[in-house]
């Protein structure tokens, strides 16, 4: 069986990575359900039914053979005009990242577009996207844990130079986790 996190490559033939990448869906957008990747079998785990009347605003998973600060895979979202499947690996395209403190932790969120979706062809940065979804982004992970006496502090989208940045840094902690034989 593959393994998503550790035997799909984050690159993606003729296009330059890290800005452009592959992504593993864990949860559909318009979900109430928290899926997320059990790290020792590669399937989905359902962590909880979210407590406050939210909804995933986009698809939500993860970019292959990462290793965030949060001793995960890294986080992102993928903005299209469809739902995706639980497990279905995608290509998308880094447009920005929303970092946050999430249980005292720095917990980023890569945003990004579906390649191939012609409604988001023209989105290469945040600032092509209505004001209000980024504004309905931080609202959605601000209430997400609330009822669960959990805070989360969100800060404004940054730009996809940023994401960069970090999906590199994240791609190297993976690496160096992974030839110590450390996840």
């Known amino acids: 069986m593959i393994h998503p996190w550790h035997d799909v490559t984050p690159g993606i033939k003729g296009r330059k990575l890290p800005r452009e990448f592959r992504a593993i869906i864990e949860i559909p957008k318009g979900s109430s359900n928290k899926y997320e990747l059990d790290k020792q079998t590669g399937m989905l785990r359902l962590d909880r039914v979210?407590?406050?009347?939210?909804?995933?605003p986009a698809n939500y998973g993860f970019v292959p053979q990462t290793y965030a600060e949060d001793n995960d895979p890294l986080d992102v979202l993928v903005f299209c005009s469809e739902k995706i499947p639980a497990l279905c690996v995608c290509?998308?395209?880094?447009?920005g990242v929303m970092s946050m403190i999430d249980?005292?932790?720095p917990d980023h969120k890569i945003v990004a577009v579906l390649?191939?979706?012609p409604e988001f062809a023209d989105y290469h940065t945040a600032s092509d996207f209505p004001n209000h979804t980024?504004?309905?982004l931080k609202r959605f992970f601000e209430d997400y844990k609330q009822l669960e006496g959990k805070e989360v502090e969100v800060d404004e989208i940054m730009p996809p130079?940023?994401?960069d940045g970090i999906i590199?840094?994240?791609l190297t902690r993976y690496s160096e986790h992974r030839r110590a034989g450390a996840i």
């Open 161 to 163: 130079e940023a994401a």
């Open 91 to 95: 290509d998308a395209r880094a447009v």
């Open 168 to 170: 590199d840094a994240s």
């Open 134 to 136: 980024f504004k309905m």
């Open 115 to 117: 390649c191939e979706d």
């Open 103 to 105: 249980d005292g932790q």
């Open 50 to 56: 979210l407590s406050s009347a939210v909804f995933y």
